[in-house]
């Protein structure tokens, strides 16, 4: 191998391989840099509620003097739902389901009481619900209900309650300490259950327990009242789509802008990556056709070494392998540079992002790396097939 390398290395143009690994180089920094950005920024958008599913908004009907003054009701008719289903910008829609009978909670850690209270809880199709299912199951009967707790609950206990009271405050990492007792009364019966806290939400401002429990609850102590949604949840195919705003418009709707903003810069976001991303595969496309043509004209210069060494017994596969090691070994300078780069700009941005959210996550590289990786086994496998094909023609 080494003299079959010494005999084959002459011709080598320095200047365009250099030129090859500084294309490809730009282009697999962008690629990774920009897929790293989107996974270090995206949790500033969703992490905030990670038990729902990406791109929903909140929908309620718009409450005014005109709403009392014509009768119109605020629950949503079986009709109307069906009509906001089936709108090209509605991928999924969900009603939220309440209960109709009376709730009261009280909570403790230990012997110390900390707060009682009359609530109602209120329920969203399980498909809506991104946590693990086994967490967020209940048969009928069952005395442990799962619950998920709007963060503003804590946020009004610990600084309002909790001050007033000399009680202990307490955080999310303590909710698991803390005796959730649920008293439940209607049709002439009750109930205890134990509340178990599974989850918390900063987006939406309502105790949510299982699909299972709300159904069983309602027809066990309120079997005569019929369930009207006054609120939906509906998951969106493009959140800055403009047909949205105007069908709300048109129908006396209202959606939670901040989610929607959310959902928005989210969408553009991704938008944005995309395209840095199809940019940097472009050039790193580029330098892959500067390497092909190097390889071309260097074997070209060495057609009769190469058909001479073919005639005296040398396989083609052990001809072909010093041009396929060569290109093997820029693609991996290239790796290596690459992600040095990657993990520099990472340092750089993520210092301010966390400055400014410091809830966030640090995170890791993997995704990036395993990114690098599947193309660098691309190119490199091109590059040896391409490699292979050249030196059969000869």
Not at 7 to 25: D, E, P, W
Not at 55 to 61: D, L
Not at 140 to 151: F, S, Y
Request: proline share 3%.
């Amino acid at each position: 191998m080494k003299l079959l390398w010494k005999l084959l290395r002459q011709h080598i143009s320095i200047g365009q391989f250099c030129g090859f690994v500084f294309a490809n180089l730009v282009g697999m920094i962008i690629v990774l840099a920009g897929y790293q950005f989107y996974n270090d920024v995206l949790p500033i958008f969703t992490s905030g509620d990670s038990f729902m599913k990406p791109n929903y908004i909140m929908v309620t009907k718009h409450i005014g003097m005109g709403n009392s003054l014509s009768g119109r009701s605020t629950s949503f008719s079986e009709k109307e739902i069906n009509d906001l289903r089936s709108q090209s910008f509605t991928e999924k829609l969900g009603c939220f389901s309440t209960t109709n009978y009376k709730i009261s909670v009280s909570l403790a850690i230990g012997d110390v009481p900390l707060a009682n209270a009359e609530m109602f809880f209120e329920s969203v199709p399980d498909e809506f619900i991104d946590i693990n299912m086994a967490d967020w199951k209940y048969e009928d009967g069952q005395e442990i209900v799962p619950i998920i707790l709007p963060r503003t609950y804590i946020n009004m206990y610990n600084f309002s309650i909790a001050q007033q009271r000399s009680l202990p405050q307490i955080s999310e990492s303590l909710m698991s300490s803390i005796i959730v007792q649920i008293y439940a009364h209607g049709n002439g019966q009750q109930q205890t259950f134990k509340g178990k806290v599974v989850a918390f939400s900063s987006t939406l401002n309502a105790v949510l327990v299982p699909q299972a429990f709300i159904d069983w609850s309602n027809q066990k102590f309120a079997p005569q009242e019929q369930n009207r949604s006054t609120r939906l949840l509906m998951q969106v195919n493009n959140p800055a789509d403009e047909k949205i705003s105007s069908y709300f418009e048109q129908n006396g709707l209202e959606m939670e802008s901040d989610r929607l903003n959310a959902e928005k810069t989210t969408y553009f976001l991704r938008l944005i990556v995309m395209l840095v991303m199809v940019i940097g595969l472009i050039i790193s496309t580029l330098s892959f056709y500067i390497l092909m043509l190097s390889i071309y004209l260097l074997v070209q210069k060495n057609t009769e070494k190469l058909q001479n060494l073919l005639l005296i017994g040398y396989r083609r596969a052990r001809v072909a392998l010093p041009y396929q090691l060569l290109t093997m070994g820029l693609n991996v300078i290239v790796l290596a540079i690459a992600i040095i780069a990657v993990v520099l700009i990472r340092n750089y941005y993520m210092t301010t992002i966390q400055a400014l959210y410091p809830e966030i996550a640090h995170g890791s590289m993997t995704h990036a790396i395993e990114l690098g990786l599947i193309l660098f086994l691309i190119v490199t496998i091109l590059n040896a097939i391409i490699i292979r094909r050249k030196i059969n023609k000869i």
